[in-house]
């Protein structure tokens, strides 16, 4: 991968005094390991929500189960969404708290301009790389099948009203999306940043975007999503473009959904609402190896458009201040 460090320079080792002028202003660079403390202890604060909201909810005859499906379902989507919210919420308060007390949200985040021909780019980028994502993931859950299906979250949409399908959108195209990127390539990434190098934060904060979605057949797919993520993000110095990119990726998969209609009803709350893996007819092997060329050359794209780019140099800047 092409050095997307920009023109400020390699980042500081540890024990090097660049952290510690930055400890002296209020500014704590993160290590690998509190990265993952911060995602475990947001994990668990999702889980315990969502063992709330099992415990708040009212139980169901059998006679009922039927009749009431459908409200269910759409409690599983929005009230799973919901506890993600309030989970990855706390989590940027706390690591704005400990790391960058000082700093305004957007800045800690990276929202902030960058070249605009980013934003096309990591719109291609999610379009490339929805078929071999969800290729990888078929194949890797038919060798070991996780027992688990998404036809119950297929059911809602199909079943949902014109307003309901609407929030379903918001939440997966946009809401999910702009939350675990604010976290993993906001929060994560920049204090990350201080300390190491741009392949280390892109595989780390990869590594535990796709922990964070537990089922472990998820795990490879999701991260390889999630480092095509980070090398956009560290390419482009902004939060923005993998915004894009993530929404467009699961407006992909939105439609993949709809498409599966047929599927029967499971009992199965989503892990997230920001990276959706339907189970879906088999993708044609050509399909995937030309979106997966596309993907490579995009990537390639990005990498180069970032050591060119004046707008992306100038983010990265601000990045590494």
């Known amino acids: 991968m092409s050095d997307l460090r920009g023109t400020a320079g390699p980042p500081p080792s540890d024990g090097a005094p660049a952290p510690l002028a930055r400890r002296g202003s209020g500014e704590r660079p993160m290590s690998v390991l509190a990265a993952a403390g ?16 099992a ?6 005859s059998p006679g009922d189960a039927v009749s009431s499906l459908q409200p269910a379902t759409k409690l599983d989507v929005v009230g799973s969404f919901a506890c ?3 989970a990855y919420l ?23 301009r960058t070249h605009a021909a980013f934003y096309p780019l990591a719109a291609a980028l999610g379009l490339a790389l929805a078929g071999p994502v969800a290729a990888l993931y078929e194949a890797i859950e038919r ?11 297929v059911q809602a949409f199909v079943e949902a009203s014109a307003l309901d399908r609407v929030a379903f959108g918001l939440i997966f195209i946009a809401l999910g999306p702009a939350l675990e990127e604010a976290f993993f390539r906001g929060a994560l990434a920049r204090p990350l940043r201080w300390q190491h190098g741009a392949p ?6 990869a590594a535990l975007f796709a922990a964070a ?3 472990w057949q998820k795990l490879l797919p999701i991260a390889i999503f999630g480092v095509a993520l980070g090398v956009v993000r560290v390419a482009s110095g902004s939060l923005l473009p993998p915004v894009v990119m993530h929404g467009v ?11 599966a209609g047929g599927a029967g009803p499971v009992d199965e709350v989503p892990a997230a609402a920001g990276a959706a893996l339907p189970e879906t007819a088999s993708i044609p092997g050509w399909l995937v190896a030309v979106s997966s060329a596309c993907a490579l050359v995009l990537t390639a794209l990005a990498c180069a458009l970032g050591n060119r780019a004046e707008g992306a140099a100038r983010a990265r800047e601000e990045d590494l201040r």
């Open 200 to 205: 280390l934060v892109v595989a780390t904060t």
């Open 213 to 215: 979605h537990g089922e």
């Open 90 to 112: 706390l989590g940027l308060l706390g690591v704005r708290r400990v790391h960058a007390p000082r700093a305004p949200v957007r800045e800690l985040l990276g929202v902030r």
């Open 84 to 86: 993600q919210a309030a």
């Open 249 to 259: 990726y699961n407006a992909i998969q939105c439609f993949a959904l709809l498409s």
């Open 55 to 60: 415990l708040l909810r009212p139980a169901l």
């Open 38 to 53: 911060w995602t475990a202890a947001v994990t668990f604060v999702f889980l315990c929500l969502l063992g709330v909201l």
């Open 143 to 153: 060798r070991w099948p996780s027992g688990l299906s998404d036809a119950r979250l």
